[in-house]
């Protein structure tokens, strides 16, 4: 799996309530049927932060990371609206390329 691939999954489990890592890849797990490997669950989590685009929910500094709950910030959630709406275009273009009728 890509990183932003990755990045586009914890944005989205993110966008229904805050989570911790360990949750955030359970709610990965339910929507896609696999788990993200640590490396990537937490690289993803790193790069969405130092972006703005997810924050602490807690704001307890001394919290480790793989325990701190983290949520969806306002630029966030505009940064999973515009890539979705991206992906939703171009599911409906494949589909009807394979003679496929969008749902």
Do not use: F
Request: charged share 25%; hydrophobic share 40%; proline share 6%.
């Amino acid at each position: 799996m890509h990183s932003n691939d990755a990045q586009m999954l914890v944005l989205t489990v993110l966008a229904e309530r805050p989570l911790h890592g360990y949750a955030i890849n359970t709610a990965i797990e339910e929507l896609t049927g696999r788990k993200l490997g640590p490396g990537s669950l937490y690289g993803a989590l790193s790069r969405l932060e130092a972006r703005g685009l997810i924050e602490p929910a807690d704001q307890v500094p001394e919290a480790r990371e793989r325990h701190r709950t983290m949520q969806i910030t306002g630029p966030g959630r505009e940064t999973l609206r515009v890539e979705l709406e991206q992906m939703a275009r171009v599911s409906r273009a494949g589909l009807s390329a394979l003679g496929i009728a969008p749902a």
